[in-house]
Each structure stands twice: as C-alpha cells, then as structure tokens.
C-alpha cells in the first residue's frame, strides 16, 4: 500500500463489512503504519418461530430469535497478516414451526473455515438458534483463537429470545442488557375459545424507544398486526458524528388472530445480530411467521 506524501488514508482506520452470504469472503488489506488492530465481530441472529394454528384448540405465539454473542480482539499489527479474510454471519431465516440458526463471523488468514488453523478470530463459539429459536450465541475463550497469547479478548454470550405467548397469556418481552443487541420478543397466542393474549415488546432504554408487538385480530379472515421491526441507531456507518452510541435490537412480536379464518401477525425483523420477533397465533390455516434474525457485522479500526 502506498502512502503519497506519508499522509494516512482515513478512510482505512475504520471499516465497516457487512454480511455478504454463506460464501461471501471480504479482503482486509492492513494499513501501513499501524500499532494495534481492533477487531469487533458480531454474528448473525437467530430467526423467530412462527405462531400456531388449529382454532379448535389453544394455539401459541412463536418464541422470538436469540442474538449473537460479541467478540471485542486488540491485537498488535505485528501479529497478523498484511491481508486478512472476512466472513460475516447471516441472520436466520424467518421461521414457521422453527426459526432459522444465524452463523458466526469470522478473521481468517486464508478464506477457509474447515481447519481451525485459518481461523484467527470469530464471533463466537457457538450460533444463535443452533438447537431452538431462543437459544443465544456463545461467546469466545483463550482456547478458541490462535492468537491468544498476543491479544486482549472481551467476549459476551448473546440475550435468550422471549418466549412465544400461551393461549391467552402475555409473550415474553425483552429487556436490553449490558451489551449493544438483543433478542427477539415473543408472538400472542390464543386460547381454545378465542381469546387471544399480549405480543412481546422490546423494551425501551435510555433515550432508545418502546418497540410494541403486533395487534390482534378478531375479524373473520382478518389478518393480525406485525410486530415492531428492530432498532438500529446506525442505520448506516457513514460520517463521523453519530448522536448515539451503538446499539441494536431485535423484533417485537406478531399479534394474533383469534377468528378460524383469521392469519396471524408477522414477527418483527431484527437488526444486526438480533433476533427476530416470534409469529402470531392463527386459525385454522395461517399462523404468522417470525422475523427474520439480524445479519452479522465486522467492525476494524486501527491506531
């Protein structure tokens, strides 16, 4: 890389790369005159469970998507490769009876993923949503990396999502932790005779808002509202002054629909790394489906 007139290119002390699909492999080029490189991977968010049907009897709301674990690594430039490969995790996809595992992000000296040996960093040890919906990435130890013994680590297990509303009692909601994403909120169900619960929120922090779950609906062939999708505070990453710290969150519930002919409330979407919002309780035929789980992100800057 060249340097004209030994002046430093700004733009390549902080970079922000987005998921690009299971095979979308991204090259990092290091900057010249660097001391240490900050790495912040977050991976993709579990998808939320769609609600349930069959009006003759109780149906729930689904269960809304856990979130990806975060990984903080400060490594001295010396220690890694001028060229790194990226692969950001996607966010799972949108469920019916089960929501989609998001996948992990990865640093790798080579763009390969099948020995640990290329692996020189990734967002966690385990995926959001790997055996069911609620369940939240793991984060990272010493272990799981090469470069242990020359980095600082900080590394946090994702939020369980909220758990899907049964018959006609309220959806789990969530409540924002100490780190920057969430889980996903639960769906309403319904009970045998029609009546139908509460839709999980994602609770509001500090200066960050309420996000309300889905409506319900009780029209014949009427259709429940979707829930709330997720909060970003960086919709993108451009432009040095940002009013908020960072912070995402994961979808709000589907509300549901208590006529035989009714459709269930769709889960709200998350953002990065989030989960999505659980489904709606249904009829007879069409229960909502649940958001769909945040993409992942790779943040580097360099000092």
Known sequence: M???????DNTLR???????GSSGWQIWNKPSNCNLINFYLI???AGGQGGQINAASTRNGGAGGGSSSITYITVPSFAIPDTLYLLVGSGGASGGVQGGAGSLSY?????????PYNILMKSGSAVAGA???TTAGLGITSSDIILSVAVFISSYDGQTGGAGGVSSGTAGPITPLNIPITAGAGGAGCSSVGTPGTSGVILGVLDFPLLSGGINNASAGGTAGSGNNGYSTRENFIGPNFKYPLF????????AASATTGIGGKGGDAQYGCG????????NTTAGIGGKGGDGLIIITVN
């Open 131 to 133: 055996s069911v919906t």
């Open 43 to 45: 991976g993709g968010g």
């Open 248 to 255: 995402f969150t994961g979808g709000a519930g589907g509300g």
């Open 276 to 283: 999505g919002g659980g489904g709606g309780a249904g009829g």
């Open 107 to 115: 640093v790798c000296s080579i763009p390969d993923i099948t020995s």
């Open 14 to 20: 902080n970079q922000v790369f987005y998921s690009n």
């Open 2 to 8: 060249i340097d004209f007139f030994n002046i430093n």
